[in-house]
């Protein structure tokens, strides 16, 4: 079955520093992607970024990118030059071709605290 | 454009009540879906849909039910509400099932 583990409950980062949030997955499909969700205290789900299991680059969105190791099937969020709005709660997850595409598996989160 | 939106925020139900949560979305999306979030837990799938008059069933189907009469709208209706169905229920619609999935602000529910 597939599965999505991040292994961090929570941290605290300085702000300004850069943080890197960790994500490992479990497929056995070779065509899958890669998603980041944030979700800051309101409670709405921000998409972040994409992977996809062929894309050759790691992803990025302004500070954000994502540490893809295929091999090692990790697939990291990095924050830059981390920012007080970033504190929130972050959610990898994984959509698997093996259980219909449009099937998204979350991991359990990190929740992520920038101190001033 | 609103994205995606949800009704009601909060609802407190009775054991045994029955209730309808609306999800509607202005991005001509095909693809929508309902998820519930408990604490410690990732987001898990109910029900989704991939097009108007079009359901199926998610991770965690049962007590819940879904109809898609309109390409805008996703309804999720729970007949007789039990306390395990206690959660923050999530809509969200994508374009294609390949792409990012944008979600509502959420509705938290409580069964007594």
């Known amino acids: 079955a597939q599965k999505i583990t991040q292994t961090q409950p929570g941290m605290f980062v300085q702000e300004k520093e850069a943080v890197t949030l960790d994500c490992t997955y479990d497929?056995?499909?070779?065509?899958?992607?890669l998603f980041w969700y944030k979700q800051p205290s309101s409670g709405e789900m921000i998409f972040l970024i994409y992977q996809g299991s062929y894309d050759e680059q790691n992803a990025t969105e302004g500070r954000y990118s994502l540490n893809f190791q295929k091999a090692r099937k990790s697939a990291n969020l990095v924050i830059s030059a981390s920012q007080l709005g970033d504190s929130a709660m972050y959610f990898c997850a994984m959509r698997d071709p093996n259980f219909g595409n449009e099937k998204l598996t979350f991991g359990t989160g990190t929740r992520l605290t920038i101190i001033p | 454009n609103a994205g995606v939106t949800q009704t009601p925020k909060f609802r407190v139900l009775k054991t045994g009540q029955s209730m309808t949560l609306l999800c509607a979305q202005d991005m001509n999306h095909e693809y929508m879906y309902w998820y519930r979030q408990d604490p410690g837990m990732g987001l898990r799938l109910i029900h989704y849909?991939?097009?108007?008059?079009?359901?199926a069933k998610g991770e965690v189907p049962d007590g819940y039910n879904v109809s898609r009469l309109k390409k805008q709208n996703f309804l999720l209706g729970l007949e007789s509400a039990a306390p395990s169905q206690t959660s923050v229920y999530f809509c969200a619609s994508s374009y294609q099932e390949y792409n990012e999935q944008f979600f509502g602000p959420g509705t938290r529910l409580t069964v007594l």
């Open positions: 849909s991939v097009g108007e008059g079009t359901t």
């Open positions: 497929t056995s499909d070779q065509s899958y992607g």
